[in-house]
């Protein structure tokens, strides 16, 4: 089973700046990852696939990139409807598998 | 605009059993394959079962394998999960979700979930 970690766990960042999230796979999974932003009590919502293409409908603050076993989501300028829970997750092999989240909140 | 609307979670004892639905619309169900993630409370996600377009292919983590079992009814646009000898573990928020059209088994749209409590 591939496993997915994400870092840092909680990622405090002041609005207007720059955030950048990691997430490592355990094995390859070529560019077959995806980020997921969710917020208290909602379910989560697409934001990244592919590594680097951005869902229908979100911004272009939002970024993805890397491939192989190293990704990062980079959010330019946090907005405060950003601060929020962000996962990655790897379609490339069964059984699918998420990291553990990276929580971004207000510095 | 697609909905995914779950249901059928509730307090179960250890060993029951519990089914769990999703109504779907806003989509052709039938061309898309589905899947299952939960959300223990106050955790990460964590995928548990996925299943084809037509359902001739179905997909579990080992947690739930042989415990569990995903359905569709492409007629009715409904997913299900059966969900037996339930354990303290898989208490957690179930959400239904519908996979991008193509070029990989990941989620593009969640519902809400439904909460499946196991104790005594």
């Known amino acids: 089973e591939i496993e997915m970690t994400q870092s840092p766990a909680t990622l405090s960042v002041s609005p207007g700046e720059r955030a950048t999230l990691s997430c490592r796979a355990s094995?390859?999974?070529?560019?077959?990852l995806a980020w997921y932003q969710q917020k208290p009590g909602q379910a989560p919502r697409l934001l990244i696939y592919?590594?680097?293409t951005r869902a229908t409908g979100i911004p272009a603050r939002f970024s993805g990139s890397g491939s192989g076993t190293e990704f990062t989501l980079t959010i330019s300028s946090l907005q405060s409807e950003d601060f929020a829970v962000y996962y990655c997750?790897?379609?490339?092999?069964?059984?699918?598998?998420f990291g553990q989240g990276t929580k971004v909140e207000i510095k | 605009e697609v909905q995914l609307l779950e249901s059928g979670g509730g307090l179960v004892q250890p060993g029951g059993s519990l089914r769990l639905s999703c109504a779907a619309s806003?989509?052709?169900?039938?061309?898309?394959?589905m899947s299952w993630v939960r959300q223990a409370p106050g955790k990460g996600l964590e995928w548990v079962s996925a299943?084809?377009?037509?359902?001739?292919?179905?997909?579990?983590v080992d947690s739930v394998k042989g415990r569990s079992t995903i359905s569709r009814d492409n007629s009715k646009d409904t997913l299900y999960l059966q969900m037996n000898s339930l354990r303290a573990d898989d208490t957690a928020v179930y959400h239904c979700?519908?996979?991008f059209g193509s070029g990989g088994y990941f989620p593009d749209y969640w519902g809400q979930g439904t909460l499946v409590i196991v104790s005594s």
């Open positions: 806003g989509f052709t169900f039938s061309n898309y394959a």
């Open positions: 094995q390859s999974v070529s560019t077959n």
């Open positions: 592919g590594a680097s």
């Open positions: 997750q790897q379609y490339n092999n069964w059984p699918r598998a």
């Open positions: 979700a519908k996979i």
């Open positions: 299943i084809s377009a037509s359902g001739t292919s179905t997909y579990y």
